[in-house]
């Protein structure tokens, strides 16, 4: 039966459970992969519940799952097809390298995340994560055999057992796998976090593990996600993953405040950003003291069932979003620093979120629902008072044709517009996304983009593969090309930076202002040259004013060229606009101490740590202000976690970073006769420069591990 389907090609590699076959698919004319159990294995799982399980893990489909094509019985042996993938396993580059980089371990580490919290949201657990079982194709983490150990499981683990071959691997497998005990998807945590371990260090953890150290701040997110105690893992292999991202942000953050800096510029549009959640409902006013509307817009509603709608959804709420947030009077929360507020929400149990839009300060927000329709779907939306829960607008429409789709929502914004009781005078909006999608008529081109940014800004890795998908679906899509430039040329990539400038010289003739300013700032990120970046970056926003995202960038350069004063309005208006995205937060809190803006500052730092707790610079700088205000009970505890998330090896380097923070709040201390807090503070300098001293000396302990 097998030989009427596929022709077999070879023998490619062979394990405990199976041996795997390259063959060719006669029907489809494709090359695949296929997998026969061995004999004894086969012998006593039951064939109709093993099939049975393998359709439930073959129903997985995600960018980085490796799918399952077919499955059945041959001649009393089970076996299942998969797409042959052209690469290598993880395993075959960790015996090749031994150790990874640190950027190719949380990016890794990010995408098998990502795979794995899919199918946990499916109620499926993988139960054998390992490096041989992941997949790298054109170096992207793809994981294979998802659902055969829980087939094999629920087949009969019993039975299984019987044959000698365990169900999972020992040096993976979490302690109550391997005793036996009931398991949940935080048994795939444990999994990943050995796998983790291996990429930095040459081995799994245990005692006979190299004694490589980890650095402190990844220390203790592996610590959290190799607990004994299921309890005590992270709830979610997701926030395994952005606490590892943060960890590695914070250890490239210590490392040289330049090169830092630099980095921080790419944050917005590669995959090493962090959230945070700042002043998200404080008041806004503009210099006329006008009063703004802060309004949001909800996630799409999308019914059980309909998940083929799921992406449109998210596109139609960041769509409304930037067509409200160009109207003059409306403060339009940033969808994602919504979104992530209200995973917050639902994880605590608020039972209405329009009453926490209202604590935090929205005065309005728009529900939407998506009900599938043959050829389309129909979207109603609701405008909401969040104090009265008044109805102010209600309507809906029908959408059959995806390149109607933009038009049907700038209509719908009007329409809520004119409900709207509008103050007047300007307002600092939240990240306007239409310049970057105009004239882009491929909706799937623009999800793609829109993936890219989440995965950046919620500091995960895997955005690149978005934004190159983007690319290949509409190759004149000119955003991501941008983007893709910028994070290339920080990683060195320079062919590949020379191929998408290429495209972006063909694109410019007939590109709008706004298009064309982001393609010479690329052109001047490519070159290095940072004076032409910011010409570039204030041209764009004349045609997109009050954007975070230029905004941010904008400053930052500004800061790099050693300009902090010019840097000050462009970060404060992001800020002031409650964007979250954590490096905008430090840079604020350097920006504002250097130029004296210190009210109100040690508040919004302190609700910044309060999200990203790990964020270690953070610390010192709450510590500095503590010092400064003469809040003893602050200072203690601010200096005790600055230097618990260094740790003793980067302490010295992490103090070296705060003397410029140290010297300009001692030299305020003079006007505000702050005695007591200017001794503290200079002897704070004189510890760096002596632990500082005592670096130069050779005394810092060195190590094999490869670092980004």
């Known amino acids: 039966m097998l030989a009427d389907r596929y022709r077999l090609e070879g023998e490619v590699g062979r394990g405990g459970m199976a041996i795997v076959y390259v063959a060719h698919d006669r029907k489809h004319n494709r090359k695949v992969a296929i997998k026969v159990l061995r004999p004894e294995l086969s012998a006593v799982v039951g064939t109709e519940r093993f099939l049975r399980e393998i359709r439930i893990a073959a129903k997985l489909t995600h960018p980085h799952i490796l799918p399952l094509h077919d499955s059945g019985a041959a001649n009393g042996l089970l076996y299942y097809v998969m797409p042959y993938v052209a690469g290598e396993t993880l395993r075959a580059r960790l015996v090749r390298e031994q150790q990874l980089p640190l950027a190719d371990t949380v990016r890794l580490a990010g995408e098998i995340a990502n795979g794995l919290s899919y199918a946990h949201g499916l109620g499926i657990i993988h139960r054998d994560i390992k490096p041989e079982n992941i997949l790298l194709s054109d170096g992207h983490a793809v994981i294979a055999d998802f659902g055969i150990a829980q087939a094999l499981t629920l087949a009969g683990e019993d039975r299984v057992t019987a044959t000698g071959i365990a169900v999972g691997t020992v ?355 490519a070159r290095g040259d940072l004076e032409a970046k910011v010409s570039h970056l204030r041209v764009a926003l004349v045609y997109s004013p009050h954007n975070n995202v230029l905004l941010y960038n904008l400053g930052a350069t500004l800061y790099l060229l050693g300009r902090p004063t010019e840097a000050v309005p462009p970060i404060r208006e992001a800020v002031q606009s409650g964007w979250r995205f954590a490096p905008l937060y430090t840079l604020w809190g350097v920006l504002a101490i250097q130029s004296g803006a210190l009210e109100g500052l040690r508040d919004t730092l302190e609700g910044a740590r309060s999200i990203i707790p790990s964020e270690s610079y953070l610390a010192g700088l709450l510590e500095a202000l503590a010092i400064f205000e003469g809040d003893t009970a602050a200072t203690q505890r601010y200096q005790a976690a600055f230097r618990a998330e260094l740790g003793a090896a980067h302490l010295a380097e992490g103090m070296t970073e705060m003397i410029p923070i140290y010297q300009a709040l001692a030299r305020r201390t003079n006007d505000a006769g702050k005695t007591k807090a200017r001794a503290i503070l200079l002897e704070r300098v004189a510890e760096a420069e002596r632990l500082r001293a005592l670096g130069r000396g050779g005394s810092r302990p060195r190590t094999n591990h490869k670092e980004d």
């Open 171 to 525: 040096a993976y497998m979490s302690p109550e796998q391997a005793s036996g005990g009931r398991i949940d998807p935080r048994a795939d945590i444990y999994s990943l976090a050995c796998v983790v371990h291996e990429m930095l260090t040459g081995a799994p953890p245990g005692p006979s593990s190299p004694r490589r150290s980890v650095k402190a701040e990844l220390a203790t997110v592996l610590r959290k996600a190799l607990a004994p105690v299921v309890t005590d893992r992270f709830a979610t292999v997701q926030e395994f993953a952005e606490s590892l991202s943060r960890a590695a942000a914070a250890r490239r953050w210590l490392r040289k405040q330049s090169v830092w800096l630099v980095a921080l510029l790419l944050l917005a549009v590669v995959a090493y950003g962090a959230a945070v959640s700042v002043d998200f409902g404080s008041t806004r006013r503009e210099n006329t003291g006008a009063p703004t509307v802060r309004v949001g817009v909800l996630p799409t509603d999308v019914g059980a069932g309909n998940d083929s709608l799921v992406s449109r959804a998210q596109l139609i709420q960041h769509l409304l979003a930037a067509e409200l947030s160009r109207y003059r009077g409306l403060a339009v929360a940033d969808p994602q620093s919504l979104n992530s507020r209200l995973a917050f929400v639902s994880k605590n149990v608020v039972a209405d979120p329009i009453e926490a839009m209202r604590d935090w300060g929205l005065g309005y927000v728009v529900r939407m629902t998506i009900t599938p329709v043959p050829d389309g779907f129909t979207m109603d939306y609701v405008l909401t008072k969040t104090r009265s829960k008044e109805v102010v607008q209600a309507g809906s429409f029908t959408n059959t044709k995806e390149s109607e789709l933009p038009g049907q929502i700038r209509s719908v914004a009007i329409r809520l517009l004119d409900a709207f009781e509008t103050a007047t005078g300007g307002v600092t909006k939240a990240l306007d996304l239409a310049p970057f999608v105009e004239g882009v008529p491929n909706v799937a081109a623009i999800n793609e983009f829109l993936q890219g940014t989440e995965y950046a800004y919620r500091g995960l890795p895997g955005g690149r593969p978005h934004f190159e998908r983007a690319v290949q679906l509409a190759p004149d899509f000119i955003a991501p090309r941008v983007w893709l430039v910028a994070g290339l040329a920080q990683l060195g990539e320079t062919a590949s930076v020379r191929v998408h400038l290429r495209e972006l010289e063909r694109l410019a003739l007939g590109a709008s202002p706004f298009d064309r300013a982001l393609i010479e700032w690329a052109k001047a990120t």
